[in-house]
């Protein structure tokens, strides 16, 4: 769910969410400057936590920065355990290899043994080979998260795909699988985004995607056709959620 500066217009929002059935609910340490997650801890959590799946991500650099952003998203979203937390936002090969150098990955495990999260992942928005690679050094090591979040759109089998490169590999080591990117971070609404290749042009992608015979709706309904877990898709209106 995306952010607003009104707090009640926030807390209609997650009433309707609720309402509507969502039941997991992404977020991040930083996210508005930790607005979305004091928002959750002031509207969601308070009447809801045993009946949502609740999950955060930190983007840290290092050991010291992700114990940090931990407690301070426990104190915000007013809960002793998350459901998920996840590694956000790996960009690139030497992005994971430093932070795995510099303890990051120790602090998720210690959370995941010590109860502050049920489970521990990771996130990234922009090259599927850099999910391919933290698997490999995962499996090298002999660690397995639990989930990985990636971009999974109607367009992602025709350049650099998640899909065909990274879900298989996913499926085979029995991840969770989170959607995100589900309308290419809102480029599929001729919204600029930075991760859309800069041969495409983004005007073109709503009437590409008219052409198809393609609705919002039908969107969302070839990213469930695929063999995920949970869709994330950021409605920042009451328009978007309904």
């Known amino acids: 769910m995306g952010i607003t500066e009104d707090p ?10 609720i309402e509507m059935g969502v039941r997991f609910f992404d977020n991040a340490r930083g996210y508005h400057q930790g607005r979305s997650e004091e928002y959750m801890g002031r509207f ?32 915000a979203l007013k809960t002793e355990q998350v459901d998920l937390w996840q590694i956000h ?4 090969i030497q992005d994971f290899d430093d932070r795995l150098a510099n303890g990051v990955l120790d602090v998720f495990l210690e959370a995941r043994e010590n109860g502050k ?3 521990i992942g990771f996130t990234g928005h922009r090259k599927p080979k850099v999910h391919l690679h933290v698997l490999g050094v995962l499996k090298d090591r002999g660690i397995e998260l639990d989930t990985c979040q990636m971009p999974l759109n109607v367009c992602d089998p025709s350049f650099e795909s998640f899909q065909l490169q990274v879900l298989p590999e996913l499926l085979k080591r029995e991840y969770g699988i989170i959607a995100m990117k589900t309308m290419s971070g809102g480029s599929m609404m001729g919204k600029r985004i930075d991760t859309t290749p800069s041969s495409l042009a983004t005007e073109d992608i709503p009437d590409m995607v008219s052409l198809a015979g393609f609705s919002f709706r039908e969107l969302h309904q070839y990213v469930y056709s695929l063999p995920i877990s949970a869709l994330c898709s950021g409605c920042d209106s009451m328009d978007k959620l309904e």
């Not at 009447?47 to 104190?75: C, I, N, W």
Request: hydrophobic content about 30%; charged content about 35%.
């Open 117 to 119: 999260t049920k489970y």
């Open 89 to 92: 936002a790996i960009d690139t």
């Open 8 to 17: 009640s217009y926030a807390e209609k929002m997650v009433e309707r969410s």
């Open 44 to 75: 969601l959590t308070p009447k809801y936590r045993d009946q949502v799946f609740l999950m955060t991500k930190s983007p840290a650099k290092t050991a010291e920065g992700a114990r940090k952003h931990l407690e301070e998203s426990l104190t």
